[in-house]
């Protein structure tokens, strides 16, 4: 996009970038200033603030195709002193007709256009194999008690089916597109809520929105090159609230981040300094270890400290000073000489060796261990109501938000146990406000149904019960504890049940069946193993669309990674999924409805070098457990009386 505002006479003057509130944050998730620098931009504003006038100058301006954007925009640009000299107009989603013709029609505003082009990126990256739509309010707009009858309803699932369309338009992917159906659909006496029908309205508008593309965009595929899965979040209420023990999902639960920034104190030469840095990609020491189990990943990184100090003299002198070891002028000599081309590497791994620190040390001061293996022996049938007692009781300490999410897990599992009165009585027990139970009372709204129940006072009360959706829904299987060797790692998100069902055409038609079904499949057969029209054996495999290195690897997001040298090469997944040749299949790609989950994040690194197709995930937006449940307190005012 910038690159194409440096042409002709213009390709050395410096310009100044504009963009609106979701644009900003598109460009803050792919490049850094230095990146935008480098295309020539030497100032960013904001469009929505009171900006100095610099008629020198030509701009871009990255903005949404919105009534508003687009006013601001023409204001800049129309009448005798316009804002800037000419500007270069990127849209990020495709612009209406009427707005274009707003444009055409002012002759001021027109004739200082230099280019106008619409770019397809309304997403945020969280990695090279996951993004969001940023529609973090999608849990209470489709989800909430009274959502149906409201004007966020149906303007969410557009927003949401439009964003998630330029993933495909700046992928060049045309997808199968698959969604979960309603219970309805599996049973008809079930009544349909707005809420179920939200997967089959978001990939009904993305469907209209890819077949405009495929009639006028250039380039993209007129037939199907990967699969698209479109769910929501009552698939799988336990992921979000459950204690993953993976280092990433670890991080964003027991550390105070905000967004990925982590901030933090170290001490140099006595005095205590404090830190900030953002875990992402550019650090190959959190990459390796992001998706490691948290013993395993505090090994590593102990184990990469040793032998990076042993095999370095200057870390050594280093990390001596800032244990408050006196250092010989040859010594600092030395350091000086040597630290500037380590520095980098003892940074990056004294971050998370404080950060393994922090995290095990949590874990023993929560008694987590203990509150993890009863997690998950709920979710795989091993607990009863007894050992819940006797973790609330023997643990006074515990905080509230742990509580909690065991009494959810609780609800979700074994939603026989959860009437009105054992309910109340959980709450006492667990001493919870009925603010913190409106989060397990909600989950109704995800899926787990309460069926009326008639008491002896003749009222009627509600008791938490799976429909005919959870029936139908593969149970959890346990994963063989020889894989890892920790009890507490067995536990895994559904999703990854659907995404190697996808690589198998093993994926039920009649629970995700398709907008368009692939020409030569009736979807009259459910129990059909296919899934797509049968392969030619003589063919060859079809490849996803897109953009291939001399190594034959993929590139299309592999700019900026870091490498490492020095002690911590990175044998990651996500390098094999970038680069490794034998990634050759269609890509596949899920989209969560209602937001997901690092630990499916993790779904998809793992799957990609084991199923030989790179798996994304995209989703509204990405919770931590506390957001989650706030959310949820939120979902829908349920009083207990009404239980």
Wanted: hydrophobic residues 35%; aromatic residues 6%.
């Amino acid at each position: 996009m910038l690159k194409t505002a440096r042409t002709g006479k213009a390709s050395a003057e410096w310009k100044v970038l504009i963009m609106d509130e979701v644009t900003v944050k598109v460009m803050s998730c792919s490049c850094k200033m230095a990146d935008i620098t480098d295309e020539g931009i030497s100032l960013v504003e904001d469009l929505n603030k009171r900006r100095q006038p610099l008629p020198a100058l030509e701009s871009v301006y990255f903005i949404q195709p919105s009534h508003d954007s687009v006013r601001k925009f023409m204001l800049d640009m129309s009448g005798k002193t316009p804002l800037y000299k000419k500007a270069y107009v990127f849209f990020s989603s495709p612009i209406n007709r009427n707005l274009l013709q707003q444009i055409k029609g002012d002759h001021s505003v027109l004739s200082r256009i230099a280019a106008l082009r619409e770019m397809n990126l309304e997403y945020l990256t969280i990695d090279t194999q996951g993004f969001t739509t940023d529609n973090d309010s999608a849990l209470e707009q489709l989800f909430g008690e009274h959502t149906e009858s409201t004007r966020d309803y149906d303007a969410c699932i557009e927003t949401i089916a439009a964003r998630l369309s330029t993933v495909f338009a700046s992928l060049k992917e045309f997808p199968y597109v698959r969604y979960r159906a309603p219970r309805s659909a599996m049973d008809a006496s079930t009544a349909t809520t707005a809420r179920e029908l939200v997967p089959t309205k978001v990939a009904a508008v993305l469907w209209d929105k890819l077949m405009k593309y495929k009639a006028s965009l250039l380039n993209f595929p007129q037939s199907e090159t990967c699969d698209l899965i479109i769910v929501d979040r009552s698939i799988d209420p336990v992921t979000p609230v459950i204690h993953e023990w993976s280092y990433d999902a670890m991080c964003h639960d027991l550390l105070n981040l905000e967004g990925n920034k982590y901030s933090y104190e170290i001490s140099i030469d006595g005095k205590r300094e404090r830190k900030e840095v953002l875990l992402e990609e550019h650090d190959p020491v959190w990459v390796e270890v992001r998706d490691l189990f948290i013993a395993d990943a505090s090994k590593r990184i102990a184990d990469k400290m040793a032998y990076f100090t042993s095999k370095n003299k200057a870390a050594s002198l280093q990390l001596g000073a800032r244990e408050g070891q006196v250092l010989s002028t040859r010594d600092m000599k030395q350091l000086v000489q040597a630290l500037p081309q380590y520095r980098d590497q003892i940074d990056k791994l004294s971050l998370h060796v404080n950060i393994a620190s922090t995290l095990n040390n949590k874990i023993i001061q929560e008694g987590l261990a203990d509150i993890g293996n009863l997690e998950q022996e709920f979710v795989y049938g091993d607990a009863t109501t007894k050992e819940l007692i006797g973790i609330l009781n023997n643990n006074p300490e515990m905080s509230a938000e742990c509580k909690l999410r065991l009494l959810m897990i609780f609800a979700a599992t074994r939603p026989e146990k959860l009437d009105a009165n054992k309910r109340k009585q959980w709450q006492q027990l667990a001493k919870l406000s009925d603010e913190d139970m409106n989060a397990v009372n909600n989950l109704e709204l995800l899926g787990i149904q309460a069926p009326k129940k008639q008491t002896s006072s003749g009222v009627e009360k509600f008791a938490l019960k799976f429909g005919a959706r959870k029936a139908k829904r593969p149970a959890r299987k346990a994963k063989e504890l020889d894989e890892d060797g920790y009890t507490l790692s067995k536990f895994y998100p559904l999703l990854q049940d659907v995404v190697e069902e996808i690589d198998k055409d093993s994926l039920s038609r009649e629970e995700y069946p398709y907008v368009k079904d692939p020409a030569g499949n009736s979807l009259n057969s459910s129990s059909s193993p296919s899934t797509r029209p049968p392969a030619n054996p003589n063919s060859k495999p079809v490849q996803s669309r897109r953009t291939v290195g001399k190594t034959g690897g993929t590139t299309w997001a592999s700019k900026g990674r870091a490498s490492s040298e020095e002690g911590y090469s990175s044998d990651s997944v996500l390098r094999h999924a970038v680069s490794d040749p034998k990634i050759n299949g269609k890509r596949i790609f899920l989209f969560v409805i209602g937001g997901m989950t690092r630990s499916e994040l993790r779904v998809a690194h793992k799957l990609t070098p084991q199923l030989k197709r790179e798996v994304v995930i995209g989703s509204t937006n990405i919770d931590d457990p506390h957001q989650f449940i706030r959310k949820m307190k939120n979902l829908g005012k349920l009083e207990m009386d009404d239980f």
